[in-house]
């Protein structure tokens, strides 16, 4: 059996690394860009510290912000409609995970038309082409859409988000500059650090996990664990950490997938619009504890990563339950709830029978019966 593995073909690191944009359009002969951003963005001047280095370069470009939190099917096929209409040959998607699962799904219909019907591209579509290029510029950090070979989209219709898998779509160029993600808020900065957080735990343990996943999650958990809270407080250097952090998280999740904590959050998130990264977190210590007894040493080296003393006298409960512990601790500290307090009884079943039916469910170490999922989202009420 083999394993592969896949990264974009350049990415830039550190402050000021959003200076690399205009000689990446030059060199690559892009004619005009889709800036593809969100409304906030552009609101707080974000989008403009890009933009204003294409007005300086004289590079031609329109900007497509029609993208909400959990972006829908709506936001991409008006963003292919967009793309169409400006004949770009590149786009720049400047956000976080919404940003850029929106451009990734315009991209991939740009190049592979006969996959306009946005629900087509569910799981591992077959798609022939490489999208149309992306220089991905992120703007938080936790999602690291701008290292994977995923998106996920909302189908406002049917009250349910879906995944998609295709190698077609990662951005030929990522920017990870922390100066900017500097505006980010307290609340955001906290739900995108723990969903970056749980992509490295659940990425760590996940069925696919082997040597060089492993060698990117354990120091994505380090790196988060020692910066989430300075990040929260706007500490230039907590800022920096969660910027790298989230970025080496997603090089191993992209490639040997998630578990069931991610199914989870994605049903919640379409049914009652919660924020992707604190339903990953309400989640996380509940997963753990789910998945604990298939974790073999694993939870120990978790705890090592997030600070925990005197693991090697811990016996194997104990290690387990601090790791465990510390996420907890970690996730009250950046202020996210423990609670979902929207969940109704009534949606119960439909919300684990969609968790069981989403594409990272299969990557979870235990496999998750109808009555482990109830029992999980019971104990999120």
């Keep these: 059996m083999s394993n592969r593995f896949m990264l974009n073909e350049t990415s830039y690191h550190g402050h000021g690394a959003i200076e690399n944009i205009v000689p990446e359009v030059k060199a690559r002969g892009f004619k005009k860009i889709l800036v593809c951003t969100d409304p906030d963005l552009i609101k707080f001047g974000v989008t403009g510290k890009v933009t204003a280095l294409l007005d300086e370069a004289k590079i031609a470009y329109e900007v497509y912000s029609d993208i909400k939190a959990n972006p829908t099917i709506e936001n991409v096929v008006h963003g292919v409609?967009?793309?169409?209409?400006?004949?770009?040959?590149?786009?720049?998607?400047?956000?976080?995970?919404?940003?850029?699962?929106?451009?990734?799904?315009?991209?991939?219909?740009?190049?592979?038309?006969?996959?306009?019907?946005?629900?087509s591209l569910e799981g591992v579509a077959p798609t022939k082409k490489p999208c149309l290029p992306i220089i991905a510029v992120a703007t938080t950090a936790g999602t690291a859409a701008e290292?994977?070979?995923?998106?996920?989209?909302?189908?406002v219709e049917k009250k349910r988000k879906f995944v998609c898998v295709d190698p077609h779509d990662m951005p030929v160029v990522a920017i990870v500059d922390p100066d900017m993600m500097a505006s980010m808020p307290k609340g955001l900065t906290a739900s995108t650090g723990m969903d970056a957080l749980t992509h490295a735990i659940e990425g760590y343990i996940t069925r696919g996990a082997w040597e060089m996943s492993d060698m990117f999650h354990i120091k994505a958990i380090e790196i988060i664990g020692r910066s989430l809270r300075g990040a929260v407080a706007n500490?230039?250097?907590?800022?920096?950490?969660?910027?790298?952090?989230?970025?080496?998280?997603?090089?191993?999740?992209?490639?040997?997938?998630?578990?069931?904590?991610?199914?989870?959050?994605?049903?919640?998130?379409?049914?009652?619009?919660?924020?992707?990264?604190?339903?990953?977190?309400?989640?996380?210590?509940?997963?753990?504890?789910?998945?604990?007894?298939?974790?073999?040493?694993?939870y120990a080296d978790i705890a090592r990563a997030l600070g925990v003393k005197g693991v090697d006298a811990m016996s194997q409960e104990e290690y387990r339950q601090a790791a465990i512990d510390a996420v907890k601790q970690l996730s009250v500290d950046v202020g996210i709830p423990t609670k979902c307090e929207k969940i109704r009884e009534e949606d119960l079943m439909s919300l684990a029978k969609d968790a069981l039916a989403d594409a990272c469910c299969p990557g979870n170490p235990r496999v998750a019966t109808l009555e482990d999922v109830l029992a999980m989202f019971r104990k999120l009420m």
């Design 147 to 155: 290292v994977t070979i995923n998106y996920v989209i909302t189908d």
């Design 81 to 119: 409609e967009a793309c169409k209409k400006a004949e770009a040959d590149a786009i720049i998607a400047i956000g976080g995970g919404s940003a850029m699962d929106t451009s990734k799904a315009i991209a991939i219909i740009i190049t592979n038309p006969e996959f306009a019907d946005v629900r």
């Design 235 to 298: 500490d230039p250097d907590g800022r920096e950490g969660m910027a790298l952090g989230q970025y080496i998280a997603g090089m191993g999740f992209s490639n040997v997938g998630l578990g069931i904590d991610h199914s989870m959050a994605h049903t919640l998130s379409a049914y009652y619009d919660v924020p992707h990264g604190v339903a990953c977190a309400m989640l996380l210590p509940i997963a753990m504890e789910y998945n604990k007894d298939v974790s073999g040493t694993k």
